[in-house]
Nanobody, 120 residues
């Protein structure tokens, strides 16, 4: 599976962004799709996940501000981000998971990231 993340950019504190992840295979066949991020000097961390059935999981730090969804017609996984803060600055990566048990997948695929920079 090839994944392409897009939509990043430079924004001001409080603004919104919409990231998108396009997959080379039908996302309806992908067990779990997710967004992760990696800030400078930090480890990659989970932002949000969504199952093929539409169940979602969010990191505590983004609940209420980030929304993940699946668009099966466009074959994309959007990530809506509101009220961006400087601590949201990171490279955001798209992830596809197969052979999943609950939220843990044994076969992951990663796409190139998209940089989000939030200025104060």
């Amino acid at each position: 599976v090839q994944l392409q993340a897009s939509g990043g950019g430079l924004v001001q504190r409080g603004e919104s962004l919409r990231l998108s992840c396009a997959a080379s295979e039908p996302i309806s066949r992908i067990d779990v799709m997710g967004w992760y991020r990696q800030a400078p000097g930090k480890q990659r961390e989970l932002v949000a996940k969504i199952t093929s059935g539409g169940l979602t999981k969010y990191a505590d730090s983004v609940k209420g501000r980030f929304t993940i969804s699946r668009d099966n017609l466009k074959n994309t996984v959007p990530l809506e981000i509101k009220s961006l803060q400087p601590e949201d600055t990171a490279v955001y990566y798209c992830n596809a998971g197969f052979a999943c048990s609950s939220w843990d997948c044994t076969i992951p695929y990663w796409g190139q990231g998209t940089l989000v920079t939030v200025s104060s």
